[in-house]
């Protein structure tokens, strides 16, 4: 990933303040953030697979015109 607010290293002096730490910061608060999304992206492709599969023993157990139908019957 390229460097945030490369910018701050071209201001005179800047090394001997707080502002490349808190740049520095702010780019592991968006790698934090990356990382999350790739995760929930994870989970949702599971839960969704789970659900699919769970749809999909209900209808072993139930007629699929008996699954259907009660979907049907609840708002979503």
Do not use: H, N
């Amino acid at each position: 990933m390229d460097k945030i607010m490369p910018w701050i290293d071209e201001l005179p002096e800047a090394a001997k303040t707080d502002f490349p730490a808190r740049r520095d910061a702010v780019a592991e608060l968006m790698d934090e953030a990356a990382e999350l999304v790739r995760r929930a992206e994870e989970l949702r492709a599971k839960a969704y697979f789970t659900g699919c599969t769970l749809e999909g023993d209900a209808k072993r157990v139930w007629s699929v015109d008996e699954v259907e139908q009660a979907k049907a019957r609840v708002r979503w």
